[in-house]
């Protein structure tokens, strides 16, 4: 079964930095891509990014562009995402999502990060 | 604004059958699969149907999907209390170069 575990969300002040990190167990973490979407407070999901098995194709929504950068350690069963120079608006629940593409499929319980002075 | 449109709200009685839909462009569902997720009161997104109508297991055959060129349908027959969720559609966006989510449909059983 599809384990995912996020953590490191949190109160950051607008212009710093959080670095989410997602464990991940119960499935071959190396042969799956996987994805980061989140969900402002009583909003619709919206996709953040995305990155292949090898990490050698990445994908960045253009809200999130040039400030986050997505990672993963095969070795260590973990996705990465470093968020800097947050904005109020990307105040939200952050979840790590396994590649939706294929039957065996799962999400984390998601980490909140708020964004305020 | 989102990419894929789908109606804020949708409702039916127990035993109904109810349909959501979501349209796109060329750009998205008419060159790529749909994804359909349904989110539970205070949960995560599941995945509830892939590659356009594709049920992963342990999704009942109730939920159905259906794609016809630049929109597609989630079906849910034999509606049940439990089915109130929204529900979201997701596809790769050529253009933009990832994924575009529908806006989301909250799904109210009377």
């Known amino acids: 079964e599809v384990q995912l575990v996020e953590s490191g969300g949190g109160l950051v002040q607008p212009g710093g930095s959080l670095r989410l990190s997602c464990a991940a167990s119960?499935?071959?973490?190396?042969?799956?891509?996987m994805n980061w979407v989140r969900q402002a407070p009583g909003k619709g999901l919206e996709w953040v990014s995305y990155?292949?098995?090898?990490?050698?194709?990445?994908y960045y929504a253009d809200s999130v562009k040039g400030r986050f950068t997505i990672s993963r350690d095969n070795a260590k069963n973990s996705l990465y995402l470093q968020m800097n120079s947050l904005r109020a608006e990307d105040t939200a629940v952050y979840y790590c999502?396994?590649?939706?593409?294929?039957?065996?499929?799962?999400w984390g319980q998601g980490t909140l990060v708020t964004v305020s002075s | 604004q989102s990419v894929l449109t789908q109606p804020p709200s949708a409702s039916g009685t127990p035993g109904q059958r109810v349909t959501i839909s979501c349209s796109g462009s060329?750009?998205?569902?008419?060159?790529?699969?749909v994804y359909w997720f349904q989110q539970l009161p205070g949960t995560a997104p599941k995945l509830l149907i892939y590659?356009?109508?594709q049920r992963p297991s342990g999704v009942p055959d109730r939920f159905s999907g259906s794609k016809s060129g630049t929109s597609v349908s989630l079906a849910i027959s034999g509606l049940r209390s439990e089915d109130e969720a929204d529900y979201y559609c997701?596809?790769?966006?050529?253009?933009?170069?990832?994924?575009?989510f529908g806006g989301g449909t909250k799904l109210t059983v009377l």
């Open positions: 999502a396994t590649d939706w593409t294929v039957e065996t499929t799962g």
């Open positions: 119960g499935f071959t973490f190396n042969s799956y891509s």
């Open positions: 990155i292949s098995i090898s990490s050698n194709t990445i």
């Open positions: 997701a596809a790769w966006d050529g253009s933009l170069s990832g994924v575009a």
């Open positions: 590659r356009n109508n």
């Open positions: 060329s750009s998205n569902i008419g060159s790529n699969y």
